[in-house]
């Protein structure tokens, strides 16, 4: 039978078509992703050696790389222990010392080199008396073209797996480069090199030396040709070389997502009409009238543009930003009274039946003095709140059939089916996997949709994972709220961090003691609520401290929020639970213990439920971390309360995997694509795919 990968494209031909790639060096490959010609010339080297500047043998310093030269004067090997130890030694001789390269257990090595063959070294001296070097890098002179790969140049250093030498995979990607090398494009490339601020056509043609194409994509650094890119990406002139194909193949990874994003954006709004939801505000009226407060300026701004999206001609998909006490539950509030008044049902899911709790509590305060019927959806609760015959009547005339349910995950299951669902609301959507939010969105006829974070998104991943939306944000806190310092502490200073509390707690103020686990940490050494609970009771009497976390039933957590919101309970204790939408205004002082364990956006998102009312508040970290990142990153929150900068920061410490949770799903993986500092490269991908998929 005839084989079918003889079918594929040279790139997606597998690596055992090429020279010397047999059954299990295919296999050491695999396991390093390379499976196809292609995965082979974009495997990035993880760094570059200099491997340009000759030393003498005499300059050579003890433990520094260095390149040299020299002439074979005596090679031999010894063996020890009847055999079971060689060493094969190389002496050479440049005219100004003698320089002893060996390699162990390796008597083979002896049939390379003779003596008068001119020899090319690369390696860290082990010794100076005599100089010495263990296993070097070596080449005999004889004008063949490896000697073009391995010295006289910047040198790749490929990540590596067990079994597979450096050497050779620098070999065989040389020799795919000038086999395939040629045949690397991708189907924009035309667009790039024309597109790209409108002078990619003055570049020099790739089969010119690489200098002047360097020199003028620096000024445009995406404008290469790929298949150049890939080429410097092996085998550059210079270290900028490099840095400019690592960027013009990040554009092409970023430029392919785009293009994805935008195509799947236009076939939704080709498939969908709007449902008009824009509402006539009979009711944000009165609502905003019993508010007690003004709406911020940044509140009403991104307020017109929801209601734009919910008159327009295709169903809203926006995220809504905003910082930890930026008023988004009032917005989603003004949102869902839009949809109501248009006569539609909505929908908003909250990740923690605490959290649903609060928004039900909430919406049926402002809502059911308007009529509105609120209900509570969730895993272990299912209420709506029960209204006078008056109430009822004033819902039938205003929004019949209209009313708004809030729930946690159970409004995905089949159970929840509204007549007319207008707009779902997710709240915390960072929390939802993704499929749960579209199995939410199909459950009407295109509805609206309206996401919404009090984790801010670096604007790298806003533009990726969240490219499909549009955004918005609150940029601005409202008036009248305290101030929060926060401050990193060792364990040793626990002590007066106790007694500091007691004082804030006989000026009848509260506070909450987080803990990152609910029972014993094992090895971790990290410090549980249960087992901690019982000493700080002790520590803090007679003020009354309450449990919560995530193994206690409905029932059981209601009460012990109800407690701490009526100040009967005046120290909440509990676990990283409480990091959403908890709102507790008279609670001015936070505890985290082992707070290098949390990402700084939720260390973040920890410290936004204090600060709430008007009193200055106090956020204490304790951490008797070592290791120097982890004291970066504390530092950082010591410094700032900007929640946009607090997340550029774990972007750049900790990657997307942490700020995106485990289950955001479809988050792409790239060779090239750095999210913690390509913005400008996303922002050009984005232009670029507009005008390729228009």
């Not at 997606?12 to 995965?39: F, M, N, Y």
């Not at 410094?639 to 972007?651: C, H, P, T, W, Y």
Request: net charge positive.
């Amino acid at each position: 039978m005839p084989d079918a990968t003889q079918a594929l494209p040279p790139l997606r031909q597998p690596v055992t078509r090429l020279w010397g790639v047999g059954a299990e060096r295919a296999k050491q490959l695999a396991r390093l992703g390379i499976c196809s010609v292609e995965d082979l010339l974009l495997h990035r080297p993880r760094r570059y050696e200099d491997r340009r500047n000759f030393r003498s043998i005499a300059e050579l310093e003890l433990g520094a790389p260095a390149l040299t030269r020299g002439t074979v004067v005596a090679s031999g090997t010894k063996t020890y222990r009847k055999g079971a130890k060689s060493v094969f030694e190389l002496i050479l001789e440049d005219g100004t010392a003698r320089l002893h390269c060996r390699w162990w257990n390796l008597p083979f090595m002896e049939k390379y080199f003779e003596v008068g063959n001119e020899v090319v070294v690369f390696g860290k001296p082990l010794l100076l008396k005599p100089r010495t070097m263990d296993h070097p890098e070596t080449e005999v002179i004889e004008g063949g073209e490896e000697r073009f790969i391995h010295f006289n140049r910047i040198v790749p250093i490929y990540p590596l797996t067990e079994g597979l030498p450096q050497r050779w995979l620098r070999g065989l990607i040389w020799r795919t480069l000038e086999r395939f090398g040629k045949q690397i494009a991708e189907p924009w490339e035309g667009l790039l090199l024309k597109l790209n601020v409108g002078q990619a056509s003055r570049l020099s043609p790739p089969s010119e030396s690489a200098a002047p194409i360097e020199k003028q994509a620096r000024r445009l650094p995406c404008a290469i040709p790929r298949a150049e890119a890939v080429h410097w990406l092996h085998f550059p002139e210079t270290l900028d070389a490099a840095s400019l194909a690592r960027k013009r193949l990040a554009l092409d990874e970023f430029l392919e997502l785009q293009i994805q994003i935008q195509r799947r954006r236009r076939n939704f709004e080709s498939k969908s009409s709007s449902m008009p939801c824009g509402g006539d505000n009979r009711l944000i009226k009165p609502f905003l009238a019993a508010l007690g407060f003004k709406l911020t300026a940044a509140q009403t701004r991104v307020l017109r543009e929801i209601r734009s999206d919910l008159r327009g001609a295709h169903p809203m998909r926006r995220l809504l930003q905003g910082d930890v006490g930026s008023g988004k539950t009032v917005v989603a509030a003004c949102a869902a009274l839009m949809a109501l008044e248009s006569g539609f049902d909505v929908a908003l899911m909250a990740p923690t039946e605490i959290l649903a709790s609060q928004h039900f509590r909430n919406f049926t305060k402002w809502f059911e003095p308007l009529g509105i019927k609120v209900h509570l959806q969730s895993g272990s609760r299912k209420t709506s709140n029960i209204e006078s015959p008056g109430v009822t009547q004033h819902v039938s005339r205003l929004t019949p059939h209209a009313s708004l349910t809030i729930g946690t995950h159970a409004l995905v299951e089949s159970g929840f089916a509204p007549e007319k669902l207008g707009l779902v609301i997710i709240d915390e959507q960072h929390k939802f996997g993704v499929s749960q939010r579209e199995e939410l969105v199909r459950k009407g006829r295109y509805p609206h949709l309206l996401v919404m974070t009090a984790t801010p998104i670096p604007r790298t991943l806003g533009l990726t994972i969240y490219g499909d939306l549009d955004v918005s944000v609150i940029d601005e806190l409202p008036a009248g709220r305290g101030s929060i310092r926060t401050f990193v502490r060792t364990a040793e200073k626990l002590p007066q961090v106790w007694d500091f509390i007691r004082q804030r707690l006989a000026e009848g103020r509260q506070a909450f003691v987080v803990y990152p686990r609910v029972e014993d940490g094992g090895p971790t050494g990290l410090k549980a609520v249960t087992r901690e609970f019982e000493s700080l009771r002790e520590k803090l009497s007679p003020h009354q401290v309450g449990l919560l976390h995530g193994r206690l039933n409905g029932k059981e957590a209601d009460a012990v929020m109800s407690a701490f919101r009526a100040n009967t309970v005046n120290v909440l204790l509990a676990t990283s639970l409480i990091e959403v939408g908890l709102d507790v205004p008279n609670a001015t002082v936070m505890v985290v213990e082992n707070a290098e364990a949390f990402g700084l956006a939720q260390l973040h998102q920890l410290r936004g439920r204090i600060g709430r009312g008007a009193h200055e508040s106090y956020c204490i970290l304790i951490s008797d971390a070592k290791n120097p990142e982890s004291r970066e990153r504390l530092k950082v929150l010591e410094q700032s309360n900007d929640g946009f900068r607090i997340a550029e920061e774990d972007l750049r410490l900790r990657g997307p995997g942490e700020l995106l949770g485990q289950q955001q799903s479809g988050m792409p993986r790239f060779r090239f694509g750095d999210l913690a500092g390509d913005l400008d490269l996303i922002r050009t991908a984005r232009e670029l795919a507009t005008q390729w998929v228009k």
